[in-house]
């Protein structure tokens, strides 16, 4: 990790897009995208249902290439790095993940260790601590013999979440995290992000619905409508009613969070 992070260009970031277009077969999705995911930040991507936000998580992570344009990381076109080396810097929670049949919790956190495997390096134990560290983050660890499949919806979510933290990367993109989750076990992992973000510097980006807890939680937003980014900033600089009124046609009111000092989305009556 120490030859990427020397690899770094000067006063930029690691993760850029330049001017992409990102779509499936015959369908466009998101069209002349140009972003920088700020350096050991939390930044969450907004916007309303089937603007293109999980496309850009994809394309971000190499899971989708674009038809134009191009993603860097350190300077080097994504589609230049092997999978196995780019999973060692980024990892990925995608939307609706699917595990393998029968396969146990403990056995599905450990796969998160795949990246730093190799024919001469086998398990170890910082793979073994890696995985530990993750299971009590996530609190799961009542639930290690269960198979994944038996779950409850937030029950796998949080296992998933867990396979992520155990990749350890400096990157971790998150696709909707919360889905399926109570609002105490929203908290919970949105807290967890923070405090990997703040107190391990790890960049994290992640796709949210809630626009409260992505102005509470983010340190940058990027604000998606019809496949296009409208809005990039900090959640003060950038959140205003005319923003919420054109890209989700909410009528609301803006006040100041009383306990973060965040800007907090009031839905007016209709």
């Known amino acids: 990790m120490t030859d990427v992070l020397q690899s770094t260009p000067p006063n930029r970031n690691r993760l850029t897009a330049n001017d992409i277009t990102l779509g499936y077969q015959d369908s466009l999705i998101a069209r002349d995208l140009s972003l920088e995911i ?36 350190d300077g080097k076109d994504l589609q230049h790095y092997p999978r196995k080396t780019l999973a060692k810097m980024l990892g990925l929670l995608p939307q609706s993940a699917i595990a393998p049949s029968g396969i146990t919790v403990h056995d599905l956190v450990a796969r998160g260790r795949f990246p730093h495997q190799s024919f001469l390096r086998r398990w170890t134990t910082e793979d073994e601590k890696a995985v530990n560290e993750a299971i009590k983050a996530t609190h799961i660890d009542e ?7 038996s779950l409850s919806g937030g029950q796998r979510q949080r296992v998933w979440v867990a396979m992520v933290l155990a990749q350890n990367t400096p990157y971790v993109l998150l696709d909707e995290p919360t889905t399926y989750l109570d609002i105490a076990h929203q908290i919970e992992l949105l807290e967890l992000f923070k405090a990997l973000n703040r107190n391990e510097k790890r960049t994290i980006v992640a796709v949210l619905h809630d626009l409260n807890h992505a102005c509470r939680y ?20 950038i959140v205003t009613e005319s923003l919420i009124q054109d890209v989700y046609g ?21």
Not at 39 to 68: H, Q
Not at 258 to 269: E, I, R, S, W, Y
């Open 218 to 237: 983010a340190d940058h937003l990027i604000v998606m409508k019809s496949g296009e980014i409208v809005a990039q900033g900090e959640p003060k600089q």
């Open 38 to 73: 700020p350096d050991k930040k939390f930044s969450v991507i907004l916007g309303p249902n089937g603007c293109g936000k999980s496309t850009l998580l994809r394309g971000l992570s190499k899971l989708l290439n674009p038809s134009k344009g191009s993603i860097h990381f």
């Open 250 to 270: 909410l009528n609301s009111m803006i006040i100041d969070d009383p306990l973060t000092h965040t800007p907090l989305v009031l839905p007016k009556p209709y």
């Open 143 to 149: 639930l290690l013999d269960q198979t994944v499949e």
